[in-house]
T-cell receptor
Framework: AQSVTQLGSHVSVSEGALVLLRCNYS??????LFWYVQYPNQGLQLLLK??????LVKGINGFEAEFKKSETSFHLTKPSAHMSDAAEYFC?????????????FGTGTRLQVTL | NAGVMQNPRHLVRRRGQEARLRCSPM?????VYWYRQLPEEGLKFMVY????????ESGMPKERFSAEFPKEGPSILRIQQVVRGDSAAYFC????????????FGAGTRLSVL
């Protein structure tokens, strides 16, 4: 069974600082991995996805993530935080590689950006 | 191109009543998923449907919950005899055939049980 662990339920950074949100996965098959962002009282918006192509994945809003098989990690980074990045971020793994199936989500990391 | 549409956005029910949550997938999407988000928690998978078929219901509670995705019309998540523990945000997602399992989410229905 697939699982996702997000270390740190809350992360606070200063505006302009590096953002690093951690995600480790467990998967019995080559994983498809996703990062989603959720703004208050809204649905989830896809930031980026890893689908076994390039290990460094670039997403929207300046975010990127690197797939490291040896570390079973898929950490999300952004070089310079903006106030508008404050939201909840979820890492997810697909149950079956490339096939329509359920997503298993981590418990989320709430990002706070301070002046 | 409208996104995934869920209604109502907010639903208030008293204990013992029925709740019906609707989801219209994105145009051209044939896969629908329902997830539940409890306060301060991540999303938990409930059920995955294609038109007229339930593909995976491993996350559905055994009693009181049911889901359908008819040939015509939206997908419906039905909760009978609601209890306070059913209070949560329910999200629907859809994906296209051959879309690499990229799921697009609606804004959710927030159910409050009094």
């Amino acid at each position: 069974a697939q699982s996702v662990t997000q270390l740190g339920s809350h992360v606070s950074v200063s505006e302009g600082a590096l953002v690093l949100l951690r995600c480790n996965y467990s998967s019995s098959v080559p994983p498809y991995l996703f990062w989603y962002v959720q703004y208050p009282n809204q649905g989830l918006q896809l930031l980026l996805k890893y689908t076994s192509a390039a290990t460094l994945v670039k997403g929207i809003n300046g975010f990127e993530a690197e797939f490291k098989k040896s570390e079973t990690s898929f950490h999300l980074t952004k070089p310079s935080a903006h106030m508008s990045d404050a939201a909840e971020y979820f890492c997810a793994v697909s149950d079956l590689s490339g096939t329509a199936s359920k997503l298993t989500f981590g418990t989320g990391t709430r990002l706070q950006v301070t002046l | 191109n409208a996104g995934v549409m869920q209604n109502p956005r907010h639903l208030v029910r008293r204990r013992g009543q029925e709740a019906r949550l609707r989801c219209s997938p994105m145009k051209g999407h044939s896969h629908v998923y329902w997830y539940r988000q409890l306060p301060e928690e991540g999303l938990k998978f409930m059920v995955y449907l294609q038109k007229e078929n339930i593909i995976d219901e491993s996350g559905m509670p055994k009693e009181r919950f049911s889901a359908e995705f008819p040939k015509e019309g939206p997908s419906i998540l039905r909760i009978q005899q609601v209890v306070r523990g059913d209070s949560a945000a329910y999200f629907c997602a859809s994906s296209p055939e051959g879309g690499g399992n990229i799921q697009y989410f609606g804004a959710g229905t927030r159910l409050s049980v009094l």
